[in-house]
């Protein structure tokens, strides 16, 4: 891709730099959203903005995103970059700083944009369980931050898993609970009831995963919260994952760190009521902004 958005602008991706002085690269002070688009709409972009200024107020970056003009320079970045859809990346740094902890709030955020293709649409997936645990988050909740250390050692563990090609991988808690995937929150069907890891679990509160609860009580499926075991997945009726580039997936095995297969299983007739009504309400988005 030739171009990015910074601050509010297209540029060419060699003219695009950040301050060697950012307290992003320096202490990983930032945040980022991703998402995809659907004939050229964000999907849910304003769910993923709140969630940003959201995570901005907690860490003192004063931003307070404009959702019409970011909602504009994305449809510009995809044209720019000749895609009609595309895997997109939203991205505030903290900015300029001395070195040194900071006591006081970050006034001159940095704003970045990029986009990529779209990868190819998994129908399902296999999970592996994790050796890594899922670090705790560093505030009182899961940002979606520029720490990945704990994400990116995760991927690197599942290169050595050659019976899983292409998995996700599922992170327990320190303590031996569900947590989620590298790239995604966890659900599993038990006795008709659809249960995910509880945000107490230290996960990300998902836009998918929140839309999913939605769209399940919306069709009077019963769904828990909490704090499971991973003998719970054992004896799932079904187990699905979602992100917002991915939608829902479904699982079709897991593994465990020895290569075992701990579950197996199909067909998914929640997991498929859920990705009906989840695409429904794509289409009724793209109707709604379509040529905005």
Avoid at 15 to 21: E, G, L, N
Avoid at 97 to 115: K, M, N, T
Wanted: hydrophobic share 40%.
């Amino acid at each position: 891709m030739r171009y990015v958005a910074l601050n509010g602008q297209l540029v060419d991706k060699e003219q695009a730099v950040v301050s060697v002085y950012d307290h992003g690269f320096l202490y990983g002070i930032g945040l980022f959203e991703t998402m995809r688009t659907y004939g050229g709409v964000p999907f849910r972009l304003g769910l993923h903005l709140q969630r940003l200024a959201d995570g901005c107020r907690r860490l003192g970056i004063r931003y307070a995103p404009d959702e019409a003009e970011i909602r504009g320079l994305i449809r510009d970045l995809l044209r720019a970059n000749g895609l009609a859809d595309g895997y997109v990346r939203f991205s505030v740094s903290a900015g300029e700083g001395p070195l040194g902890l900071p006591d006081a709030e970050y006034e001159s955020p940095v704003q970045v944009i990029h986009c990529k293709p779209l990868p190819p649409a998994p129908e399902r997936k296999v999970l592996q369980l994790l050796r890594l645990r899922r670090n705790t988050p560093e505030g009182i909740v899961r940002e979606k931050s520029f720490h990945y250390m704990n994400n990116v050692l995760a991927r690197r563990e599942l290169a050595g898993y050659p019976w899983a090609p292409g998995a996700e991988g599922l992170f327990l808690t320190v303590d031996g609970h569900v947590a989620e995937g590298v790239v995604s929150n966890v659900f599993f069907v038990e006795g008709g009831v659809l249960c995910t890891p509880s945000l107490e679990a230290g996960i990300l509160p998902g836009i998918t995963r929140g839309e999913v609860l939605r769209l399940a009580a919306e069709a009077g499926i019963e769904t828990r919260e909490g704090m499971y075991a991973p003998e719970r997945l054992w004896r799932a009726e079904e187990v699905f994952v979602t992100n917002s580039v991915q939608e829902l997936v479904p699982v079709h095995a897991i593994y465990d760190e020895n290569g075992s297969v701990r579950w197996s299983g199909g067909p998914h007739p929640v997991t498929e009521q859920l990705r009906s009504a989840y695409r429904n309400e794509i289409d009724a988005e793209v109707r709604r902004f379509a040529g905005a």
